[in-house]
């Protein structure tokens, strides 16, 4: 009987250990995706004053004929949507970079160990260059792909400013996203990115 209960006894120990290990793997992926998605929330809310006046002036929907320099795009910001339109599209971008800094950490393990398998290496060995080149390529855009829509109306938002005595268009990110896909359709979400 004894011989029976001891290799049982082993086999319980061996299935806590890969629970245990399972456990902190996931632990650990979490709290990379979360400090990572967190750094990336405060670098974007810091630079997208400089980002909102990028954009502006790309689009040129900033009201006014002619080009505008980068502190008469400041000004006109300020004088028409307050200091809080510094930030507009802010949110969506937001919402944008912290999954898509999620979906690179998680996807590109998972793209690295299939690489692993395809190449024929065992899981203890490096990565070639180029491999880890192609599966962080590949994190990338499946973190693109995921989270474009959200970036589109981060774009639609910031990109248009606010003229004196009319409303915007667009009033947020789901409102962008609703009117977006009624007025032009469903696609319309990832024209740009095909």
Not at 141 to 163: F, H, N, Q, V
Request: aromatic share 6%; proline share 3%.
């Amino acid at each position: 009987l004894l011989h029976h209960v001891l290799p049982m006894k082993s086999k319980v120990e061996n299935q806590n250990e890969n629970l245990s290990s399972a456990a902190h793997q996931a632990a650990d992926m979490s709290r990379r995706m979360i400090c990572g998605g967190l750094a990336g929330m405060v670098a974007k809310t810091a630079t997208n004053p400089l980002e909102r006046i990028k954009m502006l002036s790309q689009t040129g929907e900033h009201g006014v004929k002619g080009n505008l320099s980068i502190v008469d795009l400041y000004r006109t910001i300020l004088r028409n949507e307050g200091i809080i339109g510094l930030w507009a599209g802010n949110g969506a971008n937001l919402l944008r970079v912290f999954p898509a800094k999620a979906v690179v950490f998680s996807c590109n393990d998972k793209y690295k160990a299939l690489m692993l398998k395809m190449s024929g290496a065992t899981t203890n060995e490096t990565l070639p260059a180029h491999l880890a080149f192609l599966s962080g390529g590949m994190a990338g855009m499946t973190a693109t792909s995921a989270t474009y829509p959200l970036d589109l109306a981060r774009g639609r938002i910031s990109g248009k400013l606010k003229l004196e005595g009319k409303t915007r268009h667009y009033h947020g990110i789901i409102n962008t996203v609703l009117v977006t896909v009624k007025e032009e359709g469903f696609l319309a979400l990832y024209k740009v990115s095909l």
